[in-house]
């Protein structure tokens, strides 16, 4: 099966107390529309054209049907990182490859993924109110596999002049969400919204591991399970019969819009000191190392942190934008 993985995790005395679900993409396949429609190689491997001789001696007859092996992921962080620091990692991948890989991956991500809408936009009593609505198109949450991975939504607003009056999602070139509560303290984590009303407030489809004694962590060995989980669901997705080892975690359990196939969020703006027409633009962005996972590193000692951490610093950590949408609001 697809990364299906369970990781022992440790008590507080160092004493193995159990497992927890690492990584679950085929449960959560296996618990959507598309386990009736579409198998983890139609998007991870696809056919070939045409026959292929399958023995690297070039012996044997041509055969058909045959699946290519690129198995595009979502990481193209990490590919670019191995192609930055290639000599000393040892690397033996060409840059034709990395580039090749790089190419494929932003292309599943960035046309294969989501869709965004803007709806429902009005003005009244200087308020401005509008949804945005994500649509997902993955067979399995969105995003999966390795609990570092988030997407958020990044939504402006700006005036008839071109000012931004209000931003939601915003991020620094070192990964940091502006406004996220994690990304400041790693004690703390952003809670899921069905309204947003301030620059304070982002919307995070992510993983917030639980430990032993109830706090936030990324230590794999120290994660009993989540204290959120609002991953985009694939469409058929049932929140209300899904296991515990691949169910949705915090308030998006509650929110009647959160549903498989995409989640809508409200959005209302005070624009009483601004002239519109008002311009909205929302993406949905995607980072594979969110920066809590890499900035919980430092400090501790060991030769591999180090030559991640050192990497990490040399190349910005700038998410990949999924999806884009747009509305005009007149005055």
């Known amino acids: 099966p697809c990364h299906t993985l369970y990781t022992p995790y440790v008590d507080e005395e160092g004493e193995v107390a159990g497992t927890f679900p690492e990584q679950v993409p085929y449960l959560e396949w296996q618990h959507s529309d598309y386990r009736e429609t579409n198998v983890c190689q139609d998007c991870h491997m696809p056919p070939a054209e045409g026959a292929v001789r399958i023995a690297s001696s070039g012996g044997g007859p041509p055969r058909s049907p045959f699946a290519q092996h690129r198995f595009i992921g979502g990481n193209t962080y990490v590919l670019k990182m191995l192609w930055a620091f290639g000599e000393e990692l040892g690397v033996t991948a060409s840059s034709d490859h990395f580039a090749s890989k790089i190419e494929q991956t932003l292309e599943q991500l960035e046309t294969n993924t989501a869709t965004l809408v803007v709806e429902g936009a009005n003005l009244a009593d200087a308020q401005l109110s509008f949804e945005v609505a994500v649509r997902t198109q993955t ?193």
């Open 139 to 331: 067979g399995h949450k969105l995003p999966t596999g390795f609990p570092a991975r988030r997407a958020w939504l990044h939504v402006t607003v700006e005036d008839t002049a071109g000012t931004i009056l209000f931003e939601s999602g915003g991020f620094r070139p070192n990964g940091s969400i502006l406004g996220n509560e994690n990304d400041v303290d790693p004690a703390r984590y952003e809670p899921h919204y069905e309204e947003i009303t301030g620059p304070d407030q982002v919307q995070i489809y992510e993983p917030i591991l639980e430990d032993v004694s109830g706090g936030v962590t990324t230590a794999l060995l120290r994660a009993q399970g989540y204290l959120k989980d609002n991953r985009l669901l694939p469409a058929g997705f049932d929140k209300g019969s899904a296991g515990e080892d691949f169910a949705v975690y915090g308030a998006a359990v509650d929110d009647d819009t959160f549903t498989g196939g995409g989640d809508t969020v409200r959005y209302r703006i005070d624009v009483s000191d601004n002239q519109g027409p008002f311009t909205v633009s929302a993406e949905l962005l995607y980072q594979s190392i969110g920066y809590r996972w890499a900035e919980n590193l430092r400090g501790q000692e060991a030769t591999e942190i180090t030559r991640f951490i050192e990497a990490y610093d040399a190349l910005e950590n700038l998410p990949v934008v999924l999806a884009e949408a747009g509305a005009s609001i007149e005055q």
